[in-house]
């Protein structure tokens, strides 16, 4: 029996710990660690409550645009004008957050995900004159590899050939998420950290020039998803199939649902939204959303035990840095008191369960490419052909959304902010499900608390004893070769994992895995 | 071979949400590409050797990198600090990696690493000043690099370039003058060891809504025109040249976009002052007038 300790993960945003425990070449135990505690709960205490947004964003610097929206709607309905939002400022709003998740799946599939699957040194060999490509093979001849070496070695199976179209990608999408960024820019003022996104509204108001500029960004990034990114993925899905088959996880999925579609319900959770919200399982039947149902529970986390299974209007961060038993500052958050997974994988999931004819459409394409059935979709591969998806959809709808526009016509409503109040704001962020509870109190914030995707899918145990999403999908999963464990950290990848944004923790010294004792 | 210098460089992100290494990804000329593939001035490559995000390498890999490093590059590599240095409780709230099983907290790295290191760049202000998880009531007793130096009497050149996050050009021009020019002068550095390069100005010396405020016509809600001073802009006491360069490509920047400067270059941000939204008080205000007047006397 081993114990193979990956710490830190890299290539995702933050830093994360994973240790598993292998037998006879099988994980039989698996523990996420987020590895930093920022406390940003007790940093929005008894400050104005519309500040929260702009420190909210702040909590992570690849999903900033996603909490700066969910703020912003918990706000509004804080304030009691969740219903009154101008309709400029709803389709700003879908413009800015889906031009940033388009780029942010982007990111995720080449430049932090694809060098599992690609092999940079094989631009080694390149012949042609593509001169990118050129520039590549020369930097590999001067034999300074760092950032790309060293890795792990083994496992990279395509030809040189496409070894090399898909490192011209890579570089391909550097460009196309800046200028993802950009396109956000021209509504929100700036990426990261945006300020143009305000409670009641923009600050920004459409003029014909962003119109029409925004149409050309949308059109340049809808084409690279349709021709680049989806192709590529479909190409690493045809060489890595075996991945169809792992790293499934909980089978159970949960969307809030994004893209305003109508604002006129203040009830986030039955709003007309782009992506469906909702949850189900691997039978793809479909619930509602409820938000009363969600409770985080900290027996196995550093925090104190008397904050375990509240709601988030309840929550509690008192942080317990060596609390006996805990092995982690991420939560664990659960749903009906059942472990759910977030983000892509399940937005498509829960709109395939709802019935959404655009999603069915999508996802039939792809099972009917690979003459699979849907259960195919649990996988390291289904979430990144599900993330693919997302950015399809999305893209496809960026060009209605600038044209619905108005030009000149405002974006904003003035408010009174109230003595005291609550609020609720509720995205599917670029890595899933994200909530932002408010307690408002003499004009200040009295409780602050966000439960975002990355605490729902590497969350720690339970007080049940149920291991989080990313745990779940570790089990059980085969190791070919222990010293260079691909397996694990293409799953873990797979989920896209954000630990600045799951906010928390540590790991105390000779901690034994759980039941597994290591000799 | 080929004549190519390679500069060593290690990345290390602390308490930090990450934004500052995806601002630097926003670079558009030199792209990102050419600053970790080509010569960034001729004859000169930076040898990124750690980057969490970029580094195709995870665990033990990587820890053994950045120890070769630091060991086989003394006084020649460039130390790059993202994020505040939390210390409290022995600095257990930010660890990054193991070694022989214990938890290496990421103090640890920036006073190993900083005494190392060629020169420090302190990247955005939570490594320049503490920012955002240094702010009240600091629950993980962050700390800036500047102040993590002092104390442990750390000698090696440091450069501050705040911003949350910082503009890609502050970066990328900064390191470009230290391959051109070497380390920067005293002179070329600001009381907060600023480059005056990029934080020589006042937002409000060059902010295009200038001359309603010299007109005193002070907008009243977001989306009106006029000057956004009532509406909580910390332009008039903020360091940066973001009017100038403007943002992401040169598309817009906050104060174009209708919201105030938020004051992120600065050592106070975000507790100064009260809220973003509020008016700065007892400050006082240069008028255009009383700037050349200043400058003539």
């Known amino acids: 029996m081993g114990k193979i300790v990956i710490d830190p993960v890299t290539r995702i945003e933050g830093h994360l710990k994973v240790e598993t425990i292998v037998d006879g070449g099988e994980v039989k135990e698996a523990g996420c660690s987020g590895m930093l505690f920022r406390g940003f709960e007790k940093i929005l205490e008894g400050r104005d409550p519309r500040d929260a947004q702009l420190i909210t964003e702040r909590i992570c610097g690849v999903c ?31 413009l800015t957050m889906g031009f940033h998740q388009v780029q942010d799946h982007i990111l995720h599939f080449y430049h932090l995900a694809a060098l599992d699957y ?107 998803v349709e021709d680049i990114y989806v192709p590529d993925v479909i190409k690493v899905a045809e060489t890595y199939g075996d991945y169809f088959e792992i790293g499934k996880g909980c089978g159970r999925f949960l969307s809030y649902g994004i893209f305003d579609l109508d604002g006129s319900d203040p009830d986030y959770t039955k709003r007309a939204r782009l992506f469906k919200q909702g949850s189900t399982s691997v039978g793809l039947e479909h619930s509602p959303l409820d938000l009363d149902q969600i409770n985080e529970w900290i027996k196995y986390s550093w925090y104190e035990d008397n904050t375990s299974g509240l709601h988030p209007f309840d929550g509690e961060t008192r942080p317990m840095p060596r609390k006996e038993g805990g092995y982690s500052w991420i ?81 904003y409503i003035d408010y009174t902010m109230p003595e005291e109040g609550t609020g609720v704001g509720i995205v599917d962020a670029a890595r899933g499900a994200l909530g932002h509870w408010i307690v408002i109190k003499d004009r200040k914030i009295h409780k602050y608390q966000c439960v975002v995707p990355t605490t729902w899918n590497a969350s720690p145990m339970d007080d049940m004893g149920n291991h989080g999403p990313i745990e779940q999908a570790l089990i059980g999963t085969r190791v070919r070769d222990e010293k260079n464990p691909f397996e694990i950290v293409r799953i873990v990848r797979s989920f896209d994992p954000c630990i600045a944004c799951a906010v928390h923790l540590l790991n105390h010294k000779g901690r034994e895995l759980r039941r597994y004792i290591i000799a | 071979m080929s004549g190519v210098k390679e500069i060593p460089a290690v990345w290390m992100g602390g308490g930090t949400c990450g934004g500052c290494s995806i601002s630097a990804l926003n670079t558009v000329a030199p792209s990102i590409k050419n600053v970790l593939i080509d010569e960034v001035v001729p004859g000169r490559h930076i040898s990124l050797k750690f980057h969490t995000n970029i580094s195709a390498g995870s665990g033990d890999l990587v820890i053994r990198v950045i120890e070769d490093t630091g060991r086989e590059y003394e006084g020649q590599f460039l130390l790059i600090v993202e994020g ?86 502050w970066f990328i021009g900064t390191v470009a003058k230290l391959l051109i020019a070497g380390l920067p002068k005293s002179e070329d550095l600001d009381d907060w060891l600023r480059p005056k390069d990029f934080y020589g100005q006042l937002i409000h010396e060059n902010c295009q809504r200038r001359a309603y405020f010299d007109e005193g016509k002070f907008a009243k809600k977001f989306g009106d025109p006029g000057c956004l001073y009532e509406l909580g802009c910390k332009g008039p006491i903020t360091y940066a040249d973001c009017p100038i360069r403007q943002w992401n490509n040169g598309v817009n920047w906050c104060i174009k976009s209708g919201m105030g400067c938020q004051g992120c270059t600065q050592p106070e941000f975000p507790d100064f002052l009260g809220s973003f939204y509020e008016k700065l008080t007892d400050v006082d205000i240069p008028r255009i007038g009383e700037y050349w007047k200043k400058l003539e006397d």
């Open chain 2, 84 to 169: 505040g240095v939390p210390t409290a409780d022995g600095g257990v709230y930010c660890i990054v990696g193991e070694r022989n099983e214990e938890p290496i907290p990421f103090y640890q790295w920036v006073v190993e690493l900083g005494k190392k290191a060629m020169a420090v760049i302190a990247l955005g202000t939570c490594a320049s000043f503490g920012g955002i998880p240094g702010a009240k009531p600091n629950p993980t007793g962050v700390k800036s690099i500047m102040d993590i130096f002092k104390e442990d009497g750390i000698t090696t050149p440091l450069i501050n370039l705040p911003g949350c996050p910082p503009h890609p050009d």
């Open chain 1, 331 to 411: 939560k664990a958050p659960r749903y009906n008191g059942e472990v759910y997974e977030v983000g892509p994988l399940a937005r498509i999931a829960v709109g395939y369960a709802a019935g959404d004819p655009a999603t069915k459409e999508m996802v039939n394409f792809v099972l009917d490419y690979f003459k699979a059935s849907p259960d195919v979709l649990f996988s390291v591969l289904g979430r990144h052909a599900a993330r693919a998806l997302c950015a399809l959809h999305i893209a496809k709808n960026l060009e209605d959304w600038v044209l619905s526009l108005k030009p000149g016509e405002p974006a």
């Open chain 1, 118 to 224: 690609v092999d940079v040194t094989k631009v080694a060999t390149y012949e042609g004159n593509d001169r990118t490509l050129k520039s590549i093979k020369a930097f590999i001849s001067r034999g300074e590899l760092a950032p790309f070496v060293p890795r792990y070695e083994g496992d990279y199976r395509f030809s040189p050939a496409l070894d090399q179209e898909l490192v011209s990608h890579y570089v391909q999408a550097l460009d196309m998420r800046h200028k993802g960024h950009e396109a956000t820019a021209v509504l929100a003022g700036k990426l990261p950290h945006a300020c143009a996104v305000t409670p009641g509204g923009m600050t920004e108001i459409p003029t014909v020039d962003k119109i029409a500029t925004l149409l050309a960004r949308a059109r340049e990034i809808r084409e690279f």
């Open chain 1, 64 to 94: 900033n645009h996603c909490h700066t929206t969910a703020s912003a709607l918990s706000l509004d309905s804080a304030f009691g004008i969740a219903d009154k939002i101008p309709d400029n400022a709803r389709h700003m709003r879908n």
